[in-house]
C-alpha cells in the first residue's frame, strides 16, 4: 500500500478524463455522439492491450467466464457514454459534470435495489441530499419559461442524467462481475464491445471530420484508455474509499476548462447544486470508511482460534 501514489494516479486519471471530455466537446458540432464513442472506446483497446502485455497480464485480460455479463454491462455503459457526450455538445463542462455526480449516488440506490445491499439512515439521507442538489442543477434548464431556456439546454439536461442512471447501473454491473471476473478483462471488453456497439449508430450521420477534429477525437481515445489505466492502478496503491473522493476533483478543472476553453461562466444555481452533490458523495465515503475501520477492528477483537 501507498497511499500518497494511489492518490496521486487517481488525480491524474481524473485530470486525463476531463481532458478527453473536453476534446469531445471541443468536436461536438462536427462529429456525432455515436461516432465520438467509437473514437473513444476503439482508440483505447490499443492502450489498454498494451498495458496488459507489459503486465504480463494479456492472457487474463482476455480470459472471461461469462461472456454475456461483458456484453450487458457494455450496452449500458456504453449507453451512458453516448448521452453523455450527447449531453457535451448541448450544456456547459461544468454543468455536465455536476449532474454526473450523480452517479455514485444513484449507485447506493440500485446497489440496494439488485444487489441486496443493506441501506441504512445516513445513507439514504446522503442520498437525498445529492439527488436534491442534482435538481438544484438541473432547475433553471428545466423550466417552461421559454424566455430563461432553450429547448436545447432542456433536452442536455434529461441526456446528461440518464446518462447518470446509465452509468450507476453500469456500476451495479462491475459490482457483480468482479467476483468472477478480472478488472483487466472487465475493462479491455468494455472497450471491445462499446467499438462493435457504436458502429450501430452509422446509419445516423457518421461524417469525415477535418484532421483537427479527426486528430482530437484520437487523443480522446488513447486518453481514455490512459486514463482507465491510471485509475485501475490507483486502487492496487490505496483503498478506495480514500481515494474516492478526490473524483471531486473534475468539478474545479471542468470549471476551469469550461471558462477558459469554452468561455463558460458557472451560474450561483449550479455551484450550489453542485456543492450538495458533492457533500453528499463525500459523506458517503467517508460512513463507508468509519464502517470499513469499526468492522476490522471487530475482527481483530474476536476470538482468536483454540
Known amino acids: 500500500m501507498n497511499p500518497l501514489r494511489g492518490i496521486a494516479l487517481k488525480v491524474a486519471s481524473v485530470c486525463v478524463f476531463v481532458a478527453m471530455a473536453s476534446l469531445v466537446k471541443a468536436t461536438s458540432d462536427i462529429v456525432p455522439p455515436g461516432q465520438a464513442v467509437f473514437f473513444r472506446s476503439f482508440f483505447a483497446v490499443p492502450v489498454i492491450v498494451a498495458w496488459l502485455a507489459m503486465r504480463h497480464e494479456l492472457h487474463v485480460g482476455l480470459k472471461t467466464s461469462d461472456p454475456m455479463a461483458h456484453i450487458w454491462r457494455g450496452i449500458v455503459g456504453t449507453s451512458a457514454m453516448g448521452l453523455m457526450f450527447t449531453g457535451l455538445g448541448l450544456l456547459p463542462l461544468p454543468e455536465v459534470t455536476a449532474i454526473g455526480y450523480a452517479a455514485p449516488i444513484l449507485v447506493v440506490v440500485f446497489a440496494a435495489m439488485f444487489l441486496g445491499e443493506q441501506v441504512r439512515a445516513f445513507r439514504l439521507s446522503m442520498v437525498a441530499l445529492g439527488m436534491a442538489g442534482v435538481l438544484v442543477v438541473l432547475s433553471p434548464r428545466l423550466q417552461v419559461d421559454p424566455a430563461t431556456v432553450g429547448t436545447d439546454e432542456t433536452l442536455g439536461a434529461v441526456v446528461v442524467l440518464l446518462a447518470a442512471v446509465c452509468a450507476a447501473l453500469a456500476q451495479v454491473f462491475v459490482r457483480k462481475m468482479v467476483q468472477t471476473e478480472s478488472t483487466a478483462a472487465i475493462v479491455f471488453y468494455f472497450s471491445l464491445t462499446a467499438s ?11 461524417t469525415w471530420p477535418p484532421l483537427w477534429a479527426l486528430g482530437a477525437l484520437v487523443v480522446a481515445g488513447l486518453l481514455g484508455g490512459v486514463g482507465q489505466i491510471l485509475l485501475t492502478s490507483s486502487y492496487r496503491f490505496a483503498d478506495a474509499s480514500l481515494i474516492a473522493p478526490f473524483e471531486y476533483a473534475s468539478m474545479l478543472l471542468a470549471i476551469g ?50
Request: aromatic share 10%.
Open 196 to 206: 462493435a456497439l457504436s458502429l450501430l449508430t452509422l446509419p445516423w450521420g457518421w
Open 257 to 306: 476548462v469550461g471558462y477558459f476553453v469554452f468561455s463558460e461562466v458557472p451560474t450561483a444555481t449550479m455551484l450550489t447544486g453542485a456543492a450538495m452533490v458533492v457533500t453528499a458523495g463525500v459523506l458517503i465515503i467517508w460512513r463507508e470508511r468509519q464502517l470499513g475501520l469499526e468492522r476490522a477492528r471487530q475482527r481483530k477483537a474476536g476470538p482468536g482460534p483454540h
